[in-house]
Every structure is written in structure tokens, then in C-alpha cells.
């Protein structure tokens, strides 16, 4: 499968920005979708996470109440609405997919990785 961000840019601290995740190749509905996020000089970090229906979801503490992850299988696509976005929130966005039916916070559970869009919070 074949992943594409998008959705990134500059905005100010609490605006809200929605980040999609297009999938080709083969039925998104088959993987486990996460999305992570690396800020400059720091390791890459979960972020959320969706089992294959959209019915459980998962949330990295840093981020829960604020972002919604979700996905529609039939566009073949994943969502992750941010809200209240803080500078510390300024990181490239990846989103990954992985087939071994549950959701991993850790980058190494997920074998298919799109390039990433950039989000900038300014204060």
C-alpha cells in the first residue's frame, strides 16, 4: 500500500488543522492506521492510532482531547483532526499502516509510511 499526507501548514496556536491520509494499492480497510510525528532534533512519536473499523482509536497523553483520529475505508483515507494546536504540536506528520491487527505505539510495528506534511504552530 501507498500512503500520501497532506493537510499541513502554518497556523497560530489554537487554531485547528485536519491532516489526511490517502492510501493506494490496496484496501486501507486490511491495516491498522497510525499517525506519528517528529519535531526537529527529537525521535519520531506516536500520535494516534485506529483499529480497522474506526471503532477503537488510541491517543499518545500529549494529544488526547484535543485530536480525533478517523478514517473512511470506502475514500481510503485516515483523518486526524487537530484542535487547539499548541507550538509544541509544530512537528512533520507521518502516517503508517501496519497488518498485525492491533494498534502500536511504537514506530517499528508499522511497515508502510507516507512522506510526512509539515505542521508549523506558531504563538
Known amino acids: 500500500v501507498q500512503l500520501q499526507a497532506s493537510g499541513g501548514g502554518l497556523v497560530q496556536a489554537g487554531d485547528s488543522l485536519r491532516l489526511s491520509c490517502a492510501a493506494s494499492g490496496r484496501p486501507l480497510s486490511t491495516y491498522v492506521m497510525g499517525w506519528f510525528r517528529q519535531a526537529p532534533g527529537k525521535e519520531r512519536e506516536f500520535v494516534a492510532g485506529?483499529?480497522?473499523?474506526?471503532?477503537?482509536?488510541y491517543y499518545a497523553d500529549s494529544v488526547k482531547g484535543r485530536f480525533t483520529i478517523s478514517r473512511d475505508n470506502a475514500k481510503n483515507t485516515v483523518y486526524l483532526q487537530m484542535n487547539s494546536l499548541k507550538p509544541e504540536d509544530t512537528a512533520v506528520y507521518h502516517c503508517?499502516?501496519?497488518?498485525?491487527?492491533?494498534?502500536?505505539?511504537?514506530?517499528?510495528?508499522?511497515?508502510?509510511w507516507g512522506q510526512g506534511t509539515q505542521v508549523t504552530v506558531s504563538s
Open positions: 485506529v483499529m480497522w473499523s474506526g471503532g477503537r482509536t
Open positions: 503508517a499502516a501496519n497488518r498485525i491487527g492491533f494498534i502500536v505505539r511504537s514506530q517499528t510495528g508499522y511497515e508502510y
